[in-house]
């Protein structure tokens, strides 16, 4: 095991973390995956992270992902988070099962988007209903950035996701409504504004589920 990498994972500079997680991914040696995995937990730069993903998804499945499944039950929201933004980079179907709904609903925001990530990527054939159905308990949640990116995880279940949309477009909750409404329509036109299909959307909701006049 390359100790000298390892200590540099951990150095006060993120340009030498940096270095030092693409030396790893560029060495691919399995014994450095604890320690790539522990430091993705706590690196608070950006790139680094990036980077240590790269570095993780260039190791063998079989020794990644049971330490990334191990992640998932971290207290640590950020070692939740990069474990399944990993996960959802290298792809194995294994680390299905490890996706629920309490990860899919988790409190914190960035863990919640991961998974949501995580789980489009990973869905068995044939399962991709279910995953929109529990994605759309989430609609209306959070800002316009968290929401687009539960409207994107949606949009990438296709056909899967319509009928769940409809009945959320449906809800007494206008949040819900509008955002279902404007997650339909980038369905039906993925280059779609989301922001102004939200507008759009809320306005549809205030008149009843009427389309406004062109002229208003």
Do not use: C
């Amino acid at each position: 095991m390359n100790t000298n990498l390892i200590s540099a994972l951990g150095a006060g500079d993120a340009s030498t973390r940096l270095k030092a997680a693409l030396a790893a991914g560029t060495d691919r040696d399995p014994a450095l995956a604890e320690a790539l995995v522990e430091r993705s937990g706590t690196e608070p730069d950006f790139f680094v992270r990036d980077m240590l993903t790269w570095a993780l998804t260039r190791l063998p499945a079989d020794v990644t992902v049971p330490r990334l499944l191990a992640e998932l039950r971290s207290a640590n929201a950020q070692a939740r988070s990069q474990a399944l933004h990993t996960l959802s980079k290298v792809g194995d179907a294994r680390a299905w099962p490890a996706v629920t709904p309490s990860l899919l609903r988790d409190a914190d925001d960035e863990v919640a988007r991961s998974a949501w990530r995580a789980a489009v990527v990973l869905v068995p054939e044939g399962r991709e209903g279910d995953l929109a159905g529990e994605l759309a308990t989430q609609l209306g949640r959070g800002d316009r950035e968290l929401r687009l990116s539960l409207s994107r995880a949606l949009v990438a279940l296709g056909e899967a996701a319509e009928p769940v949309l409809r009945t959320a477009a449906a809800s007494g909750d206008p949040e819900v409504a509008a955002h279902a409404a404007a997650t339909e329509r980038l369905l039906r036109d993925p280059d779609a504004a989301f922001e102004l299909a939200v507008d759009s959307a809320r306005r549809i909701v205030a008149l009843g589920g009427k389309e406004p006049d062109a002229d208003r």
